[in-house]
């Protein structure tokens, strides 16, 4: 059963000179508690994607669909930046998500799965940036998601600390399963995480290849493993080099 539904033939922004065309006959599913990672050029409308979905966006011709007719859908979204508020603390920013009854334990768990149990009170310029964004996914997944949406939340960090978020993002995501859209520029960061892959062209935004990543889960930390993939995946579509 399909959780997301993505039917685009329209998306356009104008200006002063022309209508830019982003997305035009884009159509995707997505099965319930699948990881499927977005990988195109810059600008070529991935976030904007996001945005759509999110429902942040509404100016576009076509339908997203989000399984769940019994009330309004619940979206997580982790962004670039990972947008917490400086005059509160770690804890107070994960809360923030709940309307009513703060789910105490659940925040519990996912701060010692994430290892920020010990900064929970701190405030977030006490923190590395690595330590923020593993506080934005906490957010995202405190809510229970049913579409997890994840715009390139490790850009711009270091290798190492890229990978240690990532393997905790994969083990939290074994854990509480749910069904991932994520945005990377990052082929190898992709098969790392990713049960499927889908390869998006220049603007306007189509989908050139939709491909199965088949690493066993054990293997997803093994950089040969990973590497092998890559290789085959690049010489089976050698398209895909110009997107990346």
């Known amino acids: 059963m399909s959780a997301l539904q993505i039917q685009i033939a329209n998306k356009s922004f104008h200006n002063p000179q022309r209508q830019i065309c982003t997305i035009r006959n884009l159509q995707l599913e ?13 600008g070529c409308g991935k976030t904007t994607l996001l945005n759509i979905v999110a429902g942040l966006d509404t100016q576009f011709a076509g339908k997203v669909s989000i399984a769940n007719q019994e009330r309004t859908p619940h979206i997580g979204y982790v962004f670039q930046n990972p947008r917490l508020l400086p005059w509160r603390t770690v804890r107070e920013n994960i809360e923030l998500v709940f309307d009513n009854r703060i789910a105490t334990q659940l925040i519990d768990e996912l701060l010692t799965s994430l290892q920020l149990t010990e900064v929970q009170h701190s405030y977030p310029e006490r923190l590395s940036l690595g330590m923020q964004r593993r506080v934005a996914i906490i957010r995202a997944f405190a809510i229970n998601p049913d579409i997890l949406l994840m715009d390139e939340p490790f850009v711009s960090l270091d290798a190492p600390s890229a990978r240690q978020i990532r393997n905790a993002l994969r083990e939290l995501w074994q854990q509480r399963p749910h069904t991932v859209l994520f945005v990377s520029h990052d082929l190898r960061e992709a098969i790392a995480l990713a049960d499927r892959l889908i390869f998006l062209s220049a603007s306007p935004m189509q989908i050139v290849a939709d491909i199965a990543v088949n690493i066993a889960p054990q293997l997803r930390n093994d950089s040969n493993a990973i590497e092998a993939f890559r290789d085959h995946l690049l010489l089976d579509y050698p398209a895909i080099n110009r997107l990346l």
Do not use: R
């Open 30 to 42: 997505v099965a319930a508690n699948q990881f499927v990672c977005l990988v195109g050029p810059s």
